[in-house]
């Protein structure tokens, strides 16, 4: 006699293939790995707009953009930022949207316009860092 089976899928759900897809737990833990990443991040470019980036002094803000790291940072923050927008939305579609058609063509949408600013954000921030501030003056 055999105890009882420790898969509780019934036989039919065992033949069509229907369980879990096993993708739920990556994009679980890169959500939670961003929310862990923007804490540093957004305490840092705080300190930073509040130091020089309200500064009326525009080579003072160019200046600050020049420096490696501080484009280094801001390009993580940019990438941790739009990455968790991204995983945040897709799970909103996912969880509210019914119709396949629609959530299909939000989801699409919505990793498109986050693909899209992300790119235009980090070109801005090396556009900053490579402008040739010496030049200017």
């Not at 939670?32 to 509040?50: D, E, G, K, N, Q």
């Not at 968790?84 to 949408?109: C, F, W």
Request: some cysteine.
């Amino acid at each position: 006699m055999t105890g009882p089976s420790p898969d509780l899928r019934s036989k039919l759900k065992k033949v069509k293939g229907l369980g879990s897809a096993h993708h739920g737990v990556s994009h679980w833990w890169l959500q939670r790995v961003t929310a862990l990443a923007l804490v540093p991040l957004s305490l840092w470019f705080t300190a930073a707009l509040v130091t020089v980036m309200l500064s009326p002094n525009v080579l003072k803000v160019a200046t600050w953009f020049a420096s490696p790291v501080n484009a280094v940072m801001m390009v993580m923050l940019l990438v941790a930022a739009f990455t968790h927008a991204r995983l945040g939305v897709q799970v909103v579609i996912e969880d509210y949207i019914k119709s396949p058609a629609t959530k299909y063509g939000l989801l699409l949408a919505s990793s498109f316009i986050c693909y899209v600013f992300a790119a235009l954000s980090i070109l801005a921030v090396l556009k900053l860092h490579f402008l040739d501030v010496g030049s200017s003056v």
